[in-house]
Nanobody, 128 residues
């Protein structure tokens, strides 16, 4: 069964930075799929954060993270990244990545039913 694995989370002070990585556990190529990052804060529903298209360079961001987060992909390393700068306490959440099996371009809103191969998530905590 295909599964993506997130890494790079941790505890960071407000204003700090983290870079999350998303890669398949094994035997799956991300190239050819749009890849999305989602997050779920305690007591809240999971929400789309950012998406990168499969090959056209398209990217989308939720309004809450525009100008602070940058999504990118390295197909040679079979990895998608989420660079998070100027982190705020409200960015605290478990971050997940998933592959969009229905679209190749990045789109917003990010419809979760279009995504598969969810990882277990990585915890990001922004606190002083």
């Amino acid at each position: 069964q295909v599964q993506l694995v997130e890494s790079g989370g941790g505890l960071v002070q407000p204003g700090g930075s983290l870079r999350l990585s998303c890669a398949p556990a094994s035997g799956f190529t991300l190239e050819g799929y749009a890849i999305g990052w989602f997050r779920q804060a305690p007591g809240k529903e999971r929400e789309g954060v950012s998406c990168v298209g499969s090959s056209d360079g398209s990217t989308t961001y939720a309004d809450a993270v525009k100008g602070r987060f940058t999504i990118s992909r390295d197909n040679a390393k079979n990895t998608v990244y989420l660079q998070m700068n100027s982190l705020k306490p409200e960015d605290t959440a478990v971050y997940y990545c998933a592959a969009n099996l229905m679209r190749s371009r990045a789109t917003m809103p990010m419809r979760q039913y279009e995504y598969s191969y969810w990882g277990q998530g990585t915890q990001v905590t922004v606190s002083s």
